[in-house]
């Protein structure tokens, strides 16, 4: 999914990044009982990279929503989970730099949200 993300059209986009909002909600790796840090941190590392692509994208506001609803759930369950150590400083740095961008939005819902998550993970130990 990380991968065809950037290459796509829009509506191939949301569909990926649909597919990847039911991905981390059923994703057992986020569950406080799981222990496969390494796999997690490698999954978090491509995603967090990949996201700021549609993240970014100026065209498609739909694209950026979706975007942002799929950093929301990563940033909920890892909370969760409490496993802020999966997300390495680098995505926790790509993904504030992306989200930064998005609170020069024209959508004031867009705005705050990103504003919010950007807090939330800068917040983070």
């Known amino acids: 999914m990380c991968e065809n993300l950037k ?3 829009w509506k191939v986009q949301l569909a990926i990044l649909s597919c990847m909002k039911a991905f981390f909600q059923e994703l057992l790796l986020l569950e406080k009982s799981n222990e496969d840090v390494n796999a997690l941190t490698q999954i978090l590392t ?3 990279a990949a996201l700021t692509y549609p993240l ?3 065209s498609y506001s739909s694209v950026r929503t ?3 609803s799929v950093v929301d759930l990563i940033v909920k369950r890892t909370g969760e989970s409490e496993k802020w150590e999966c997300m390495s400083v680098k995505s926790r740095e ?5 989200l930064s961008t998005l609170q020069s939005d024209s ?3 867009l705005r705050d949200k990103a504003q919010e998550l950007r807090r939330h993970i800068q917040s983070q130990p």
Not at 94 to 98: A, F, H, N, P, Y
Request: some cysteine; charged content about 35%; aromatic content about 0%.
């Open 46 to 48: 491509e995603t967090c």
């Open 66 to 68: 979706e975007a942002l």
């Open 94 to 98: 790509q993904l504030q730099r992306s």
């Open 7 to 9: 290459l796509n059209t």
């Open 107 to 109: 959508r004031p819902d």
């Open 56 to 58: 970014e994208n100026r």
